[in-house]
């Protein structure tokens, strides 16, 4: 009867300390919206009644610890699930056969290496979110300073307008393949673009409380694919005739796998910003885990099922690609099944929202850390802003969607290399508690005089930037190491290279001469 009485006692402890947590966590959350309120002049009132109907206020404002709690601990392996688990990861997997010829074994090699790798990067930046409190944007300020922080700010806000109009454009084929002639593909991308806006307006509690639930019938369709695929006749060996051998092939594999990472490591740039209202003393470990998990077998289940579907040779299914791209595929697919497969099409078309939500609501942030006088405007204000921009630019691009995912991937890949080990050094090196620095005064995010001046972090990334650009092999440009390896793209590798080896010298300068 004691052990009874003791249980009962422990749980009402135990819900008082939930009840007085979600009590300071909510005042905390009344005065930040009262101070965004406060400065926001005449539009103020309007502020005002957005945020009493639960449209979220914070904006890169650091989350103090007593204002944090674990709700979404264990949801991080689901959010990132539902975030990859996409039509825009199938998208990955057929540019292994229409931009590189590839067959199916040297795509799934590609996709299940490079994949490896840039999920343990992305990983570990996602760790710092709750080490810190802050937004991935202003944490790289405490490695390469208020400046540095701006330019990668300006990069990151390129990135996710440019990545939300790939998805846009994708889901709009999609929708318009339903019922072929239909609707026009413009139609689709608009009503895509509006769908991915509403959760983001809200905030960060419904952008997790969706993600959470929006995998389970996308993994359910994805086995349908599979099924279906498999029915009409997956042939790995279909592409063979088209490959290049030798050198060329090996070029068309790292080109590939550039694309790969460029699609995996640029989560790194905004990984730690749904995370950084988890408890200070959340385990890494297991942070790094369920990030890490969530991010790599979904993409690279669903990457390699892309890849697996252009291996179908039966008459009307590379015709559907030809005329529809991914989502006349898609429909040649679910064909079969008429009206449900219909059904389901429209339901991978509308689950691009659940991967371009991050791009929409990140958007907003990496504005706001611009600097002060970005920050004083409320995040949705920058969030609608950002939508209308990439959503006038996928009704403008949205025929020339393979060139404009192939190419922007590989971009994102290369300056999401110099930013990923400039943050990773920083910590890990100068930032640990026997390191040069010990630690981080995370008071001083949003004073310049206390950051670092940010001249390692600066010309590391410019360095990072060179590799790049030597290494690179674009259709409208090739870098010198770029032609000497066979038109290889190689200038992910060669970014991390030339900024992991210059950052620690630079940096370890900059604090023996100016103290930070």
């Not at 008459?315 to 429909?331: A, R, V």
């Not at 004083?376 to 802003?385: A, E, G, H, L, N």
Request: proline content about 4%; overall charge neutral; some cysteine.
């Amino acid at each position: 009867m004691s052990s009874v009485h003791e249980e009962f006692q422990n749980s009402a402890m135990l819900a008082e300390k939930r009840f007085s947590s979600a009590v300071v966590s909510s005042e905390e959350g009344d005065r930040v919206d009262r101070a965004i309120i406060e400065r926001s002049g005449v539009f103020g009132p309007l502020l005002s009644k957005l945020f009493e109907s639960g449209v979220e206020g914070r904006g890169v404002e650091r989350v103090l610890e007593d204002e944090r709690d674990g709700t979404h601990t264990w949801n991080i392996i689901f959010f990132w699930t539902s975030v990859n688990l996409v039509p825009s990861s199938l998208s990955i997997g057929i540019l292994a056969q229409d931009i590189f010829s590839l067959t199916f074994p040297h795509a799934v090699a590609a996709i299940v290496v490079v994949g490896l790798v840039s999920a343990v990067l992305t990983s570990l930046v996602a760790t710092l979110g709750p080490k810190t409190g802050l937004r991935t944007m202003i944490i790289v300020r405490f490695s390469s300073g208020y400046l540095g922080g701006i330019i990668y700010s300006i990069f990151n806000v390129l990135s996710q307008l440019g990545y939300a109009v790939t998805c846009i454009i994708l889901g709009g084929q999609i929708l318009a393949s339903v019922n072929t002639g239909s609707l026009p593909l413009i139609v689709g991308v608009i009503i895509v673009s509006i769908c991915s806006l509403i959760p983001c307006f809200i905030g960060y509690d419904v952008v997790h409380t969706y993600e959470r639930y929006a995998w389970v019938p996308l993994l359910v369709i994805m086995f349908f694919l599979w099924g279906l695929g498999g029915h009409a006749g997956l042939d790995i060996q279909a592409q063979k005739s088209a490959e290049e051998s030798g050198r060329t092939l090996t070029a068309n594999v790292i080109s590939f796998g550039a694309i790969v990472f460029g699609n995996t490591a640029g989560w790194a740039t905004l990984s730690a910003d749904y995370n950084c209202r988890l408890p200070v003393n959340t385990s890494a470990t297991k942070v790094f885990l369920l990030t890490f998990f969530g991010i790599y077998v979904p993409t690279s289940f669903t990457e390699i099922l892309g890849a697996a579907l252009m291996t179908i040779t039966k008459p009307g299914y590379p015709e559907s690609f030809e005329s529809g791209s991914l989502g006349g595929l898609l429909g040649q697919v679910l064909m079969p099944w008429k009206g449900f497969g219909r059904f389901l099409l429209v339901i991978l078309a509308l689950s691009v929202i659940t991967n371009n939500i991050l791009n929409t609501y990140s958007v907003g942030l990496s504005i706001q850390a611009l600097g002060r006088p970005f920050a004083k405007i409320p995040r949705i204000c920058w969030t609608v802003i950002g939508w209308i921009i990439y959503t006038v630019a996928g009704a403008v691009g949205r025929e020339h969607f393979a060139e404009i995912l192939s190419n922007f991937l590989a971009i994102l890949g290369y300056w999401s290399s110099f930013f990923i080990v400039g943050v990773l050094e920083e910590h890990y090196i100068f930032r640990r508690r026997t390191g040069a620095l010990g630690g981080y005064n995370l008071d001083d995010w949003d004073t310049p005089g206390k950051l670092p001046v940010g001249i390692a972090g600066i010309l590391a990334g410019c360095f990072g930037a060179l590799g790049a650009i030597i290494g690179m092999s674009e259709v409208w440009y090739t870098g010198p190491i770029g032609r000497m390896t066979g038109n290889a793209d190689v200038g992910c590798e060669l970014a991390i290279a030339f900024s992991a080896i210059t950052y620690p010298p630079l940096r370890w300068l900059e604090i023996q001469m100016l103290g930070r």
